[in-house]
């Protein structure tokens, strides 16, 4: 299995990020995927989850209105757009696999190698 980000960077406050996520090896429309993050020093903490069809999404407190996640079963890649950053949004953004949706990072299956995303004040 293979979760491959993409989409990373230096951004300003205020601006916006689409990060991506391509799956491989594994029946992808059979999981539910979702984005945690990563500051240096701290937990990896739970962004945002969309189960197998999209129908259903779900988001951090930190992040709701301003991050959306979304799946394109037929690519095989889960999106996470984000708008208004701030400072605060610094971190390595990782991208997980689970059968149910998840918001606790030890019960992924499966987790990409990660994007850094830097954003300046």
């Known amino acids: 299995v293979q979760l491959v980000e993409s989409g990373g960077g230096l951004v300003q406050a205020g601006g916006s990020l689409r990060l991506s996520c391509a799956a491989s090896?594994?029946?992808?429309?059979?999981?539910?995927m979702g984005w945690f993050r990563q500051a240096p020093g701290k937990e990896r903490e739970f962004v945002a989850a969309?189960?197998?069809?999209?129908?259903?999404?779900y988001y951090a407190d930190a992040v709701k209105g301003r991050f959306t996640i979304s799946r394109e079963n037929a690519k095989n890649t889960v999106y996470l757009q984000m708008n208004s950053l701030i400072p605060e949004d610094t971190a390595v953004y990782y991208c997980?696999?689970?059968?149910?949706?998840?918001?606790?990072?030890?019960?992924?299956?499966?987790w990409g190698q990660g994007t850094q995303v830097t954003v300046s004040s």
């Open positions: 997980a696999a689970a059968l149910t949706p998840v918001t606790i990072a030890t019960m992924a299956d499966y």
């Open positions: 090896g594994l029946p992808f429309n059979v999981y539910a």
């Open positions: 969309i189960s197998r069809s999209g129908g259903n999404t």
